[in-house]
């Protein structure tokens, strides 16, 4: 009996000590979660959504302010505090940095397993890949490319953004970046021989620049789409209609002219369109100005901005002309748009080439020029040729020097002067005597 009581009394004085060991071990609760992108806005993780890692946690008492729980995360982007029951708990993260976040932070006094935090930054996925049959759409059998997609740009805190990535064996790429200010860059595939496709929908990215800069103002998106379509181009940039001002036969060395030409995208790829001015050399004449929609060289220039499939400018160069050796104005567009070989090779100019004269100052063959020396000539000839013929009849058939003046008209003179000496003689001899 006393034994009995013994083993009661033990028993009764262990129970209030196993109760309570097993209530302290209840009295906790465990807040968990995991940080991601939240693309799709839903704040619930979804499958290939991005989770945060080396995020700095914490957990505060909010009674006493004081921070009971410390924790960063790691690849998964999950935590898991294990906290006293009893006191509210404020779980939160230090710093969103460049992102914006479903909520600041949990006031939990009981356990979670779903206290999530979903980021937000800009989201920009689309497809690329050869639109064989041109309607917009990928199909199965049109091909990817190994191409990078390039995204650069700068945080909202100034940090330089500069990501790359492929594509997917589907054709689908995707970046996650924080906020901030950014430009997507197609790859540039021209030695695949493809060209950006012309956008069938707000969803093609730019065929001219091959970019697409994002956001575009206070649109509130969160989401982009860039699809880079390409194609298999046929380019073709030809010039016509070559012209020089003033129109003359013949131009004088220091003289200014105008050539005048037209260039055209014929194809169906943009591009720039380059011109080589054949036998214009720095000899031959000095630029006096070109216009404005090419830049470059008097012997060499291109156009400033690409040209798209049936585009066309005019392009104007003064000259001032400097050599005789001048035979020919010659601008030939060279046989590529846009990094494309031409199909056409019969249209780049040769058939506007324009021949030119050039002589030196106070030369001249143009025919009013010299109908109107050889008529001052003719004048003069006849004046010449008259007073010649008198001079000749002044002379004599024995050849003597003529001086226009008679020899028998001398005689004469000479006979009157000795008539008067002789007279004078015989006077002043007859008043002597």
Do not use: C
Not at 40 to 46: E, L, R, V
Not at 49 to 77: C, I, N, Q, Y
Not at 193 to 202: E, I, Y
Not at 407 to 429: D, E
């Amino acid at each position: 009996m006393q034994k009995t009581f013994a083993v009661a009394m033990t028993a009764a004085l262990l129970l209030p000590t196993v109760a309570t060991s097993a209530a302290a071990q209840q009295e906790k609760i465990t807040i968990e979660g995991v940080n991601f992108l939240d693309r799709n806005n839903n704040k619930k993780p979804d499958a290939g959504e991005t989770p945060r890692s080396g995020l700095r946690m914490s957990a505060v008492d909010t009674a006493t302010h004081k921070v009971v729980w410390e924790f960063t995360t790691g690849a998964d982007g999950r935590y898991k505090a294990v906290l006293d029951k009893g006191p509210k708990y404020a779980v939160g993260i230090a710093n969103f940095g460049d992102y914006t976040g479903n909520r600041a932070e949990w006031i939990l006094s009981e356990s979670r397993a779903d206290a999530d935090f979903g980021f937000a930054g800009y989201f920009l996925e689309g497809f690329t890949f050869v639109d064989a049959n041109g309607d917009g759409d990928k199909q199965d059998d049109e091909k990817t490319h190994e191409g990078l997609i390039k995204v650069t740009g700068k945080s909202i805190s100034g940090v330089e953004v500069n990501v790359e990535t492929r594509s997917d064996a589907d054709g689908s790429y995707r970046f996650d970046l924080p906020l901030g200010q950014y430009q997507v860059n197609a790859p540039d595939l021209r030695r695949n021989g493809l060209a950006l496709a012309k956008p069938k929908s707000d969803n093609d990215i730019d065929w001219v620049t091959g970019t697409l800069a994002f956001p575009t103002g206070s649109d509130g998106k969160r989401n982009y789409r860039a699809d880079m379509r390409y194609f298999e181009p046929k380019g073709d940039g030809a010039l016509e209609d070559t012209t020089i001002s003033p129109a003359k036969d013949t131009y004088v060395v220091g003289e200014q002219i105008e050539v005048k030409f037209k260039l055209l995208n014929k194809g169906d790829v943009p591009g720039k369109l380059s011109v080589i001015m054949f036998g214009l050399g720095s000899m031959d004449a000095k630029l006096i100005s070109l216009s404005d929609n090419v830049t470059g060289t008097m012997q060499e220039f291109e156009t400033v901005n690409k040209l798209l499939p049936g585009e066309s400018i005019t392009v104007v160069m003064k000259l001032e002309l400097a050599s005789t050796e001048l035979k020919e104005i010659s601008p030939f567009a060279r046989p590529f748009i846009g990094g494309f070989k031409d199909f056409d090779h019969k249209n780049q100019g040769q058939p506007f080439y324009r021949k030119i004269k050039v002589v030196e100052k106070g030369t001249t063959s143009e025919p009013s020029t010299t109908t109107t020396t050889s008529s001052s000539s003719a004048t003069t000839a006849p004046t010449s040729t008259t007073t010649t013929t008198v001079v000749a009849k002044a002379g004599n058939k024995s050849g003597l020097a003529s001086t226009g003046a008679s020899p028998l008209g001398l005689l004469a003179l000479g006979s009157v002067l000795l008539a008067a000496g002789l007279g004078a003689f015989f006077v002043a001899r007859r008043r002597r005597s």
